[in-house]
């Protein structure tokens, strides 16, 4: 989805209550990136530092 799409606004709540019934949880993006020993290329893929 995205921000300024036309009709987002519209589908958006029965999208979230479609998911939550098919047992997701909706969580922040903050909650799925990995904070510690990973970093983000500029793609937005996550990767484990290596020691």
Do not use: C
Not at 12 to 20: C, D, F, H, K, S
Not at 36 to 50: C, I, K, L, P, T
Request: no cysteine.
């Amino acid at each position: 989805m995205h921000n300024g799409a036309k009709y987002t606004k519209d589908a958006l709540e029965r999208v979230i209550t479609g998911l939550q019934e098919k047992g997701y949880e909706i969580v922040p993006v903050s909650e799925l990136i990995y904070k510690e020993n990973y970093n983000m290329d500029h793609e937005g893929r996550q990767f484990m530092n290596e020691t």
